[in-house]
């Protein structure tokens, strides 16, 4: 059948069907554009420190002639970049950028199994990490690829004395840096000087070019990096800039990044979308300090927030967030993760705006579906797919379905990956020949085209907007020799959204559910870990032997 798309008649009248992607044939462009316009306007703002597009210009001109003239990388190679929201990450992550290189964002978390492979599949070259997780790099560095270590304190960019308060303070008093010792590091302010030596060199950047490789999760467990192009990335950022940009102040918009820059989400809606209008990312480093973070907030005159549904939720329970000045707020995006009813409404009670549902993936630079930015109220549907986007819902063999029927949702768009890295049988298995890339995501779409999710096609659990797949969490429970057979489900939670289970056939009979949580944490990035752990005395199954996943979520607890 062919395909309609109902979804146009809806779009408001400023919303273009169709978005210039060749407009800007980089992120490094669009970067430079914004630093022509924007020169003297603050851009990055964190722990009372503010950059302007200039110095953004500066430093990662600077970084970028560090890699290049002090590590002779060669286009293409990798950087992985391991640190929460701070200054570093826009002047390293635009640094690596600039030098044609690819960034591999990496999660701060990650526990030494986890960054040991994200690193062996990478073959990054190079890793920066804030002080705070040297530890973990000092565990794995030698036995990969990696030939520079780059290390930086949280104060380092924040000048003196204050720059060197925060890191005593950080050591020696909230004892959060962990002692750690990796033979050859340099610092990163180190780097930045050593880069004044070099003259960056003029560097042909090509749409098709991976900007990123960002690492999500497969229904093998295993971790696979999304081959993410500048023309992906720009493309989306065209996108959510037509969908949102039609109220916005060029120049004067201020958004607040509390999602980390890492994940894709705030790397696209916030550091690219905002570098477009000129605006200032006001970042957050440690979101789950919330009464912090709502002082924060009483100081900042904001224009625009971007969250999951958790973020949201522990703002409104937070004392003191309903005295936050929300007379400049105009856009409040929501994603990652199902946005709850209760949640949006009462967001709309205390801020007077409207929580708008957004829907994406890594796999799509993320944005595929809003909602409307004229959207009333809040509407339970994840919107409508944007512009130079198709959307669509297949059954098991690949046929379109008509209106109303539940299949899975089908994206086609210039913001798809290229695929998944050294992957090739993997990307065939989400991106048809048609190039509809699968979702894995059952969905309806009505007939006004507003697409509805119904239930997830793999057994993936969200947890604050963070994929967690039961594979890897069985795998990781079942290398203890207690444990006869393992199974992870999610199960709703009202603080994350949802949380992880495990369900339990003991080979020990004295093995506890204290043992199964401390395995957990020693081996898996905090928001995998099993907040629930059940025995039982056999899991159900196929006749084939298949766990069935699926039966013990919807079992009431043995």
């Avoid at 995501?441 to 009505?446: G, K, L, Q, T």
Wanted: net charge negative; charged share 20%; hydrophobic share 40%.
């Amino acid at each position: 059948m062919s395909l309609e798309r109902p979804w146009l008649d809806q779009y408001p009248a400023e919303v273009p069907p169709q978005i210039d992607v060749d407009e800007f044939p980089s992120i490094v462009s669009v970067l430079e554009t914004a630093i022509e316009k924007y020169r003297d306007r603050p851009a990055f703002h964190n722990l009372g420190k503010t950059l302007t597009y200039g110095e953004i210009d500066r430093l990662s001109a600077q970084f970028a002639a560090y890699l290049l003239g002090e590590l002779k990388l060669k286009k293409g190679d990798r950087v992985a970049i391991m640190m929460p929201n701070c200054l570093q990450y826009p002047i390293a992550t635009f640094g690596v950028l600039r030098a044609g290189l690819t960034v591999v964002n990496t999660n701060p978390m990650y526990t030494a199994r986890e960054l040991k492979h994200q690193l062996d599949d990478s073959g990054a070259s190079v890793i920066l990490v804030l002080d705070n997780f040297g530890n973990t790099v000092q565990d794995v560095v030698a036995g990969t690829q990696v030939k520079q270590v780059i290390t930086t304190g949280l104060g380092d960019m924040l000048g003196f004395p204050k720059g060197s308060i925060v890191n005593f303070m950080l050591k020696h008093v909230k004892k959060m840096v962990p002692d750690y010792d990796i033979p050859g590091a340099i610092r990163f302010r180190d780097a930045l000087t050593l880069g004044q030596r070099h003259t960056l060199p003029e560097l042909e950047i090509t749409p098709d070019d991976i900007a990123f490789l960002q690492y999500t999760g497969g229904t093998t467990g295993v971790a696979k990096g999304a081959m993410l192009t500048h023309r992906n990335l720009v493309a989306n950022m065209q996108q959510a800039a037509a969908w949102v940009g039609t109220n916005v102040r060029l120049g004067e918009e201020v958004i607040i990044t509390a999602l980390p820059l890492y994940h894709i989400f705030a790397l696209t809606a916030n550091g690219l979308v905002f570098m477009k209008f000129g605006g200032l990312n006001h970042m957050i480093t440690n979101p789950r300090d919330m009464p912090a973070f709502v002082k924060e907030l009483k100081k900042t005159p904001f224009t625009a927030i971007t969250g999951v549904n958790t973020l949201f939720n522990g703002l409104l329970n937070t004392p003191g967030f309903s005295e936050v000045d929300f007379s400049r707020l105009h856009l409040t995006l929501g994603g990652g993760m199902a946005v709850q009813r209760a949640v949006a409404e009462r967001w709309k009670q205390v801020t007077g705006v409207t929580l708008l549902e957004a829907y994406g993936l890594t796999e799509t630079s993320p944005a595929a579906c809003i909602n409307p930015m004229d959207l009333a109220d809040y509407n339970g549907s994840i919107g409508l797919p944007i512009s130079s986007t198709d959307a669509c819902v297949k059954d098991e063999n690949g046929n379109q379905l008509p209106m109303g029927e539940v299949g899975e949702l089908c994206i086609k768009g210039p913001q798809v990956m290229k695929g998944y890295w050294r992957r090739p049988e993997e990307t065939a298995n989400v991106i048809d020949e048609d190039g509809w890339l699968h979702t894995g995501d059952m969905a309806r779409m009505d007939e006004q085209g507003y697409f509805y999710i119904v239930d997830r096609k793999k057994d993936m659990i969200l947890v604050s907007g963070f994929n967690v797949y039961p594979n890897e969490v069985e795998d990781v429970i079942a290398m203890m020799p207690g444990v006869l057979e393992v199974a992870a489900v999610g199960v709703p939670d009202e603080k994350s959204g949802e949380a992880v289970k495990v369900v339990i056939v003991k080979k020990d009979a004295s093995l506890t559910a204290e043992q199964v949580k401390a395995h957990a944490r020693e081996n898996l990035t905090g928001y995998k870990h099993p907040k629930y752990v059940e025995f039982r005395t056999e899991l159900p199954k196929t006749n084939v032997g298949k766990i069935l996943r699926r039966e013990l979520r919807d079992a009431p607890a043995a």
